[in-house]
């Protein structure tokens, strides 16, 4: 199994642009995440998903969106690219026991975003 | 803002000896992970400990959990080069979907 693969792995953007995160899992998990790490601020959840057409906003959602069409799929758009959405983005899927999402979280390898 | 917060925020020791890692949280949870970050690449799970479980063992980790002091301590034994990286403690959270909360880390550099 392939687990949870992000693309693309590096970007720059200019200042403005959109563009989208592709976050794939193949573990047929219900919870998938989203989370950008800065340096010296740990992982801050942007936004979550806890199944097909269910999302919601975590800690930092301002200029992200996210959809979630399929179980496998949970992309993240960002509308207007500025500088301070520079950071590595890490998507993250996870199962639940007995209907509660009490279980380890899986990772992608990231994506490190520059916005200049 | 954070659930978790790691001490200290970096640890540098010798192969060989132990590392301890601590990690506070603010309000009540059904578990707590930790989780391990090598330099450029994704979290790893390490451990998962439930609020009614006060120490659990996984190979040469040992994890304490007092929730009366809300706190947590991550304990690897006989240190190697290997086991430099970030450590993160994570605390699921009621206000986000029982999602995951992650403090800023520690980072643990074990000098051969």
């Known amino acids: 199994n392939a687990g949870v693969t992000q693309t693309p792995k590096f970007q720059v953007l200019k200042t403005g642009q959109s563009m989208t995160l592709q976050c794939a899992q193949d573990?047929?998990?219900?919870?998938m995440s989203w989370y950008r790490q800065d340096p010296g601020m740990g992982l801050r959840l942007i936004h979550y998903?806890?199944?097909?057409?269910?999302?919601d906003q975590g800690e930092v959602p301002n200029g992200y969106n996210v959809s979630r069409s399929t179980t496998e799929d949970f992309p993240l758009r960002l509308l207007s690219a500025a500088p301070s959405q520079t950071s590595v983005y890490f998507c993250a899927s996870s199962y639940s026991i007995r209907g509660a999402m009490n279980t380890e979280a899986f990772f992608g390898q990231g994506t490190r975003l520059t916005v200049v | 803002s954070q659930q978790g917060e790691e001490d200290p925020q970096a640890l540098s020791i010798q192969e060989g000896e132990n590392a301890t890692m601590n990690c506070s949280y603010k309000?009540?949870?059904?578990?707590l992970q930790w989780y391990r970050q090598n330099s450029g690449r994704g979290l790893v799970h390490l451990i998962l400990?439930?609020?009614?479980?006060r120490e659990k063992h996984s190979g040469r980790l040992r994890v304490t959990l007092d929730t009366s002091k809300k706190s947590s301590s991550l304990l690897i034994t006989a240190s190697r080069a290997a086991d430099t990286a970030s450590y993160f403690c994570a605390t699921d959270s009621v206000n986000y979907g029982q999602n995951f909360v992650f403090g800023p880390g520690t980072r643990l550099s074990v000098l051969p």
């Open positions: 573990m047929n998990h219900e919870y």
């Open positions: 998903s806890v199944g097909a057409g269910i999302t």
């Open positions: 309000t009540s949870i059904n578990n």
């Open positions: 400990i439930r609020s009614n479980e």
